[in-house]
């Protein structure tokens, strides 16, 4: 189906709302396991970081709820619309939202306040927010693609939130407290990633029902593009594990500098992958829904 203004509208506002949440909540993340490892002016900067995205995401959540309700009136009038954006609400962004709001409030009142077990939990929270609605959601019966789905996100969270946090830490000039940094980081992300890669495709099965489905759908075909951003974000988290932190850890000066370029390329695949999710939940289906 080919887009129109108010479908490419809403996929820039729900790549917003991703990227806001996911690095709200992976930056948090972030603070409560590498905190004592941050020098306390990055860990400053960091707050800041988790505390702009939180506001970000709540915007563009509700920038999403206006600009849909003009989707369903066809101009700009149903944006303002109590009714039309009260249905909006009711369709399934009501829960996704509020819980999404609820943990953004919990993970500001816990970095303000440095409470690490608040802060995990509204992170906890937002993150898994996008279980709440979508295609997982959709599927009967839902719990176990929603659960799948929420650990997914946890482990997207922990690992594309943590790229803004590291690349403060990389210019903070401080070569032995860098290298522990972005080493403690790398031994829990190399568990993360696996179970977020086994958790996506769980889910993937149980919305494409077949492997031919990557081929033979439009659906399968935006996945099957996913797919490989996923595969050359992975190739990068690789490279930086298993080349450059070792040699940041043996005091090689050059590798900081490599390593940022990395993690910007990290930066702008996911922001890729996100596009391309936004994109699918908006104008696209999965064959088991069809």
């Given at each position: 189906m080919?887009?129109n203004a108010w479908d490419?509208?809403?996929?820039?506002?729900?790549t917003a709302i991703?990227?806001?949440?996911?690095?709200a909540?992976?930056?948090?993340?972030?603070l409560?396991?590498?905190?004592?490892?941050v020098?306390?002016?990055d860990?400053?900067?960091?707050?800041?970081?988790v505390l702009?995205f939180a506001?970000?995401?709540?915007?563009a959540?509700g920038?999403h709820?206006?600009?849909?309700?003009g989707a369903?009136?066809?101009?700009g009038?149903?944006m303002l619309?109590?009714s039309?954006i009260?249905?909006v609400w009711d369709t399934?962004?009501?829960r996704?939202n509020?819980m999404?709001?609820a943990?953004?409030?919990?993970v500001t009142?816990?970095?303000?306040s440095?409470?690490?077990?608040?802060?995990y939990v509204g992170?906890?929270m937002?993150?898994?927010s996008?279980?709440?609605?979508?295609?997982?959601?959709?599927?009967?019966?839902?719990?176990?693609?929603?659960?799948?789905l929420g650990v997914?996100?946890?482990?997207?969270?922990?690992?594309?939130?943590?790229?803004?946090?590291?690349l403060?830490?990389?210019?903070?000039?401080?070569?032995?407290?860098t290298?522990a940094?972005?080493?403690?980081f790398?031994?829990?992300?190399?568990?993360?990633v696996?179970?977020?890669?086994g958790?996506?495709i769980?889910v993937?099965?149980?919305?494409?029902?077949r492997?031919?489905?990557?081929w033979?759908?439009a659906?399968?075909r935006?996945?099957?593009?996913?797919?490989?951003l996923v595969?050359?974000l992975?190739?990068?988290?690789?490279?930086?594990?298993?080349?450059?932190?070792?040699?940041?850890?043996a005091g090689?000066?050059?590798a900081?500098?490599?390593l940022?370029?990395?993690?910007?390329?990290?930066?702008s695949?996911g922001?890729?992958?996100?596009?391309?999710?936004a994109?699918?939940t908006?104008?696209?289906?999965?064959?088991t829904?069809?």
């Amino acid at each position: 189906m080919p887009l129109n203004a108010w479908d490419a509208a809403l996929i820039v506002l729900k790549t917003a709302i991703y990227a806001a949440t996911l690095g709200a909540a992976g930056a948090a993340f972030f603070l409560g396991y590498s905190g004592a490892l941050v020098a306390s002016a990055d860990y400053l900067r960091i707050r800041r970081l988790v505390l702009g995205f939180a506001a970000l995401a709540v915007v563009a959540g509700g920038l999403h709820i206006m600009v849909s309700a003009g989707a369903l009136s066809g101009d700009g009038t149903g944006m303002l619309d109590g009714s039309l954006i009260h249905m909006v609400w009711d369709t399934g962004a009501n829960r996704s939202n509020s819980m999404r709001a609820a943990g953004l409030v919990l993970v500001t009142i816990g970095v303000l306040s440095h409470r690490v077990g608040l802060t995990y939990v509204g992170a906890a929270m937002a993150a898994t927010s996008f279980a709440w609605t979508g295609h997982a959601r959709s599927l009967d019966p839902d719990v176990l693609p929603m659960l799948l789905l929420g650990v997914h996100l946890l482990g997207v969270a922990f690992w594309m939130g943590a790229l803004g946090p590291l690349l403060i830490v990389l210019r903070s000039g401080d070569p032995p407290r860098t290298a522990a940094t972005v080493a403690r980081f790398g031994r829990l992300a190399v568990w993360v990633v696996a179970v977020l890669v086994g958790a996506g495709i769980c889910v993937l099965s149980l919305l494409l029902g077949r492997v031919s489905e990557l081929w033979d759908s439009a659906y399968g075909r935006c996945i099957t593009l996913k797919l490989v951003l996923v595969a050359g974000l992975v190739c990068m988290a690789a490279f930086n594990k298993l080349r450059l932190t070792p040699r940041l850890l043996a005091g090689d000066a050059a590798a900081e500098g490599i390593l940022r370029a990395s993690i910007l390329t990290e930066l702008s695949l996911g922001g890729l992958i996100l596009a391309v999710t936004a994109a699918l939940t908006t104008s696209a289906g999965p064959p088991t829904l069809g």
